[in-house]
């Protein structure tokens, strides 16, 4: 026995010498990656061994891994389902507070709840105000990408993702939802259908080639506003009236649950959906505390559930468009290996992106990793779990800052390493 024990061990040792000096070698010293700051941390749960560590205990800007501790969380005190509203009934009105659900009137669920109640309802609407925190940008956002797609406003209240989606095929614009006034103009001179937005009006721009036969679809924030602005959108929708509550009833509010949570999760985690990220921390505090503030869910994590990571992160956003967000591949790995422990595996598996699909849908075929991407300009991460070929499940965290070559390059870098322990182990 005590020969066998050896015997492991030193197998073990070798193992970790093999793919330490291929890490080495043909990783760290590969063009992508030889004048970046790298950091990799792969852990075996079942043995509770590391098979590699290299500056694993090094702060990275993690960008959208950061939505792995996002997902944690929302699993961890959402529950099963989502918080459509919270309403209150007497019996002439219904007073309504929203949860930041970020379903509702989104174009990708058809189950709504909450329409159904408000288009039921003859009794007078009212929209008592959420108590929310948050601004609608996130600490250290860009501001100048207030018209791109990956950036919409937050808010207590979403409606149609907070986005208008604009269709354009030849000489016909639609806007959806039709709230807003738009400016159409033919531009010869564009090579594709270009939109935007004025910066501080909901005011749209539409440019397009006649000469362009195809069909465009695109995406562009609208400003959310005051809460009169959130009564004006749902007057639009419900074509009636709706009051603001100026202050709160006293009574008790019932809480009507929307969509289940890894619907929301799994297109959050397999197109890398900021706004799905950033509402579910909101929707925790919602849920919680019955008001919005991302910073007390974020520390409230940290003291609880989190409060055992190697490292202490600098966490600030859910989505990971922050570059303030700091933390190091070793934290990653201990949450990922708290998920795989709390969470069936085979759900885990399918809320994060696998070979071919989502973000990895030009990498790892083969499908033997289930992880989440992150990408931000001078910084290129992987975080997920890995099934070798004999069957051995790794935890891997690998974030690269810094880089100086393009995404790709990176990415095809870290993947030939993650192939081979594969396809050796």
Not at 288 to 293: E, K, T
Not at 361 to 389: D, I, M, P, R
Request: proline share 5%; hydrophobic share 35%.
């Amino acid at each position: 026995m005590a020969m066998l024990l050896t015997f492991t061990a030193l197998a073990g040792k070798a193992q970790q010498a093999n793919i330490s000096k291929w890490a080495s070698t043909q990783l760290l010293n590969s063009a992508p990656l030889k004048e970046a700051h790298t950091g990799i941390s792969i852990y075996e749960p079942a043995t509770e061994k590391y098979w590699l560590q290299y500056q694993d205990d090094k702060f990275f800007t993690p960008a959208s891994n950061t939505k792995i501790f996002s997902l944690y969380t929302g699993l961890k005190l959402l529950g099963d389902s989502l918080p459509a509203v919270r309403y209150y009934e007497n019996d002439t009105a219904i007073f309504l507070k929203g949860t930041a659900d970020p379903s509702f009137l989104h174009p990708d669920y058809t189950f709504q709840p909450l329409l159904a109640l408000l288009q039921q309802t003859k009794k007078q609407i009212y929209i008592v105000g959420s108590g929310n925190a948050n601004k609608r940008y996130g600490p250290g956002w860009s501001w100048s990408d207030y018209a791109d797609d990956y950036q919409p406003e937050l808010n207590e209240w979403p409606m149609y993702g907070n986005v208008v989606r604009l269709y354009h095929h030849r000489d016909t614009s639609v806007m959806i939802p039709d709230l807003y006034d738009m400016a159409v103009q033919p531009d010869d001179t564009s090579k594709e259908v270009i939109t935007d937005r004025e910066e501080r009006s909901n005011y749209f721009y539409l440019k397009f080639n006649k000469k362009d036969n195809s069909i465009s679809k695109t995406e562009v924030p609208f400003i959310t506003g005051s809460i009169q602005d959130l009564r004006e959108r749902l007057e639009d929708t419900l074509h009636r009236p709706v009051g603001v509550a100026m202050s709160a009833p006293t009574g008790k509010y019932k809480l009507l649950r929307s969509i289940p949570v890894d619907s929301l999760f799994t297109p959050m985690m397999h197109r890398s959906d900021n706004f799905f990220a950033e509402q579910t921390l909101m929707m925790c505090s919602s849920l919680m505390w019955d008001s919005i503030n991302s910073r007390r869910v974020i520390r409230y994590m940290q003291d609880n559930a989190l409060s055992t990571l190697p490292q202490s992160p600098q966490w600030v956003d859910g989505s990971g468009l922050s570059r303030y967000n700091l933390f190091t591949p070793r934290d990653f790995v201990t949450v990922l290996t708290q998920l795989y422990k709390e969470f069936p595996t085979a759900r885990l598996f399918e809320i994060f992106p696998t070979g071919g699909k989502g973000t990895l849908k030009n990498y790892y075929k083969e499908q033997f990793v289930h992880a989440k991407t992150g990408t931000l300009t001078g910084s290129v991460c992987l975080s997920g779990y890995l099934v070798t070929k004999k069957n051995k499940t790794l935890v891997f965290s690998v974030l690269v800052n810094n880089n100086r070559d393009s995404a790709t390059s990176v990415r095809k870098a870290v993947e030939r390493l993650l192939t081979m322990i594969y396809q050796e182990y």
